[in-house]
């Protein structure tokens, strides 16, 4: 395997990064998860966009130009031979001292960028459906550290993973600090009711996923309301369908919240119908790259 490191193309192994990174030392720096599907980098500017919008919150500076990035992404892909991959791209404030000053860093960004297989969820849990529990760890509030900016800070989220853990459940329904539905661990959130979608608004301490959006664009293609709206607990417990979106799992029903069963405890059919409809948006749609 060969990984993207600062402009060179390197083995898996020779990929190293000092310890004196701040991204490691103080998860200073930004990521995006992006996938390929047949040659096709889906939604790729979307993900660009999204990774400078997250750097620039956080004053991190961006060595590569967009276009340079979305270059070296596609580099990166043919330098592993991939059709189908996940692709991880790290924006790092890169090297400095032991002093949390960002300034120490300056021209040292670091830039990684590693495509590998997809790891595929198991096809059981789209067939059945998962089950999630709310956690005790509210999300970040926004007024601290903006939900938007996808940093490699995620321990708000790990700590809310590994209490779904422990509690027997793959994966974690977080609640803003108003105790109202924010999203989960590292997917976006929507429920049906009366054949209405609904998702929570990006203030509410959710991440604007691009999943999410793509959904809310086909969704109104196919005639279907679209609601921006908060969610209470009791609400998701009432909806006829819930399911969960995000670049790594695409679409996953939910079908027990909390240990109530949604609907009729199965995948809904709207859900069904939307997966089937996102899939063909994958297989069609993107950025274009040649082995
Ligand atoms: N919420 C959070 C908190 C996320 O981190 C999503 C929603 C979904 O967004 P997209 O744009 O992917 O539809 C994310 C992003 C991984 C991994 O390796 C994925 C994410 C975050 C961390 C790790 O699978 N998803």
Redesign the pocket.
Known sequence: MKVYVNGKLVERREAKVSVFDHGFLYGDGV????RAYNCLVF?LK??ID?LYESAHSIMLNTPLTKKQLGDAIIKTLKANKLKDA?I?VVLSRGEGDLGLDPRKCKGNETVVIITDKIALYPKELYDKGMEIVSVPTV?NIPEALN?QV?SLN?LN?ILAKMEAINAGCQEAL?LDHLGYVA??????IFVVKHGELYTPPQCMG?????????LLVLARTLKISTHEHVISRHELYISDECFL?????EIVPVVKVDGRKIGDGKPGKLTQRLMREFKKCTQKEGTRYKL
């Open positions: 990521f995006e998860g992006i939604k979307e993900h999204r996940y991880r999300r939900p996808k995620y989220n977080m999203e989960c661990t590292g997917d976006n959710t991440l604007r996923g691009i999943t999410r959006d793509t979106t995000g670049t790594a799992a």
